[in-house]
């Protein structure tokens, strides 16, 4: 357990925002959780992960915890699957690259994504036609209030587009301590037809493809299209990918004949936030410190020492421009603290 007082938060969170905790513990264990929670009025704290889907615009006047508990191991495994349990500290990313190294498929599509495992259910973040819910088994999570350890099913998560139980009915109630996923160990499902992944595949000279590949293929696109949070501050999608009904769609296909879509139910089109923000002429805009990203108008990026205000007024002006030109509301996805 590692405790400081008037602790920068700047290299806690993706965007790089230099903001202060009253007090900041680090803890490595259920345990120390456990133990700090008991001596703190549970009411002011505030529980941090791997800091990458926030937005830090104040300082942080109360006790910081950050979850910092690591692990990777099997708890079972039959001849097509394996069910791996990651503790909520490691890397997202890593773990990814650990699964591929085992040869274990169904979380190649989503390598690359900023963050740890612990806060990947809560937005059951996706990317490349693949969500965490299609892979998720189960996660154990403290109840704040009681310290009782509970473990929510797939089900109980109640998971949606970048959305579960944890954004809504239950937030801030529970700590995610670690999360099981269930894997193919054979007889991979590949999925390359979204986005660009084919033709990275063919850039790369891969015509055998397996699951390392669309990994490598996916890190080359995200490497390309975004920015490393180490190099320039920011937070993956800024904003939610909107979904629309089919006949709202109709009358802007009317308006914008070359919009992009995808179908996501019966009654409902998804649209890529980032061609309305590019069409709306603000891919590239820079304002002082911020701006949106040049090459991905869904990432609003900190250029050096800008402050949490000021991109949150960049995320109102571009929300004010996409409803003025296409009537639509673009929904953060970060959460605006």
């Known amino acids: 357990m590692k405790v400081s007082q ?5 290299s806690y969170n993706t965007f790089g925002i230099d903001v202060k905790a009253k007090n900041l ?3 490595d264990s259920v345990d120390e959780l456990i133990s700090v929670l008991k001596k703190n009025d549970t009411e002011d704290l505030f529980i941090l992960g791997g800091g990458s889907n926030m937005l830090l615009t104040q300082n942080i006047d109360t006790t910081v915890i ?3 508990i690591k692990g990777v191991e099997v708890v079972r495994e039959t001849e097509e699957f394996v069910f791996v349990k990651s503790y909520a500290g490691e890397n997202w990313h890593e773990f990814v690259l650990y699964t591929l190294e085992n040869n274990w498929g169904g979380l190649e599509n989503l390598s690359l994504i900023p963050g740890n ?3 990947s259910p809560i937005q059951n973040i996706g990317a490349y036609g693949v969500e965490l819910k299609d892979h998720f088994v189960s996660c154990d999570a403290l109840d704040i209030q009681t310290l009782e350890v509970v473990n929510f099913t797939a089900k109980e998560c109640e998971f949606d587009y970048r959305n579960s139980i944890f954004k809504n009915k ?7 301590t670690n999360v099981v996923f269930k894997l193919t160990k054979a007889n991979h499902k590949l999925l390359t037809s979204y986005g660009a992944i084919n033709e990275a595949l063919a850039e790369m000279g891969v015509n055998n493809v397996g699951i390392r590949d669309i990994s490598n293929a996916v890190i080359k696109i995200r490497q390309q299209k975004l920015p490393d949070p180490k190099e320039l501050g920011n ?11 089919n006949k709202e769609f109709e009358v802007l296909k009317e308006q914008f004949p070359e919009i992009p879509s995808y179908n996501v139910g019966e009654d409902s089109i998804k649209i890529p936030g980032g061609w309305l923000i590019d069409k709306a002429g603000l891919k590239g805009y820079r304002e002082g410190n911020t701006g949106v990203h040049k090459n991905q108008a ?3 990026v900190n250029y050096g020492e800008a402050t949490g205000e000021e991109i949150l007024k960049l995320s109102r002006k571009v929300q004010a421009e996409i409803l003025t030109k296409f009537n639509i509301y673009l929904e953060p996805e970060v959460n605006i603290i």
């Open 6 to 10: 008037n602790a920068s938060l700047k």
């Open 25 to 27: 513990i680090s803890v």
């Open 66 to 68: 950050h979850i910092d």
């Open 117 to 119: 495992v612990g806060t």
């Open 170 to 176: 239950v937030k801030g109630k529970y700590i995610i």
């Open 235 to 245: 937070s993956g999608s800024f904003f939610k990918n909107p979904v629309i009904s």
């Open 298 to 300: 869904l990432v609003l």
